[in-house]
């Protein structure tokens, strides 16, 4: 919605770094020659696409592939 303001998903700290959790992914894709996850993240409502070099350490993203 316009105007609309999204909070964002809950996160701990690791080694004074923000870190979010995954909850799962539910997609992946080739986008500009790079591959994408579609990812759903824990305490947020909407999935978001992130290069896989963000998101290549996620358990979830190893759970994905073993499917």
């Not at 770094?17 to 995954?22: D, G, T």
């Not at 539910?26 to 500009?32: F, G, N, R, T, V």
Request: charged share 20%; proline share 4%.
């Amino acid at each position: 919605m316009v105007g609309q303001q999204v909070e964002h998903p809950p996160h701990g700290e690791v080694d004074g770094e923000e870190e979010y959790k995954v909850r799962c992914v539910e997609d992946s894709k080739i986008y500009q020659n790079q591959l994408q996850y579609m990812i759903w993240w824990m305490g947020y409502e909407s999935l978001t696409w992130k290069p896989a070099k963000w998101v290549g350490g996620f358990q979830a993203v190893v759970q994905f592939h073993q499917i």
